[in-house]
């Protein structure tokens, strides 16, 4: 038999690791956008992510 304290400690550990594949999911579909400047604007850089319409776990979802 499962003891409740330990059902509890599974449970916690499932929902944790739930919201880090949905926090890493909405990190990676993040448009961003930076621009650095360095030694008095002689180094300028700029960088950008065009964000992802799609994830491969799209079609997982929608199957479901």
Same mark, same amino acid.
């Given at each position: 038999?499962?003891?409740? &304290?330990?059902?509890? !400690?599974?449970? %916690?550990?499932?929902?944790? #690791?739930?919201?880090?594949?949905?926090?890493?999911?909405?990190?990676?579909?993040?448009?961003?956008?930076?621009? &650095?400047?360095?030694? !008095?604007?002689? %180094?300028?850089?700029?960088? #950008?992510?065009?964000?992802?319409?799609?994830?491969?776990?799209?079609?997982?979802?929608?199957?479901?």
């Amino acid at each position: 038999m499962v003891d409740l &304290s330990e059902m509890a !400690g599974l449970s %916690l550990e499932a929902s944790l #690791s739930l919201f880090i594949v949905v926090l890493a999911v909405k990190l990676y579909k993040c448009k961003l956008s930076t621009i &650095s400047s360095c030694f !008095g604007d002689k %180094l300028h850089i700029e960088t #950008s992510n065009p964000g992802a319409s799609s994830t491969p776990m799209d079609g997982v979802i929608n199957q479901l």
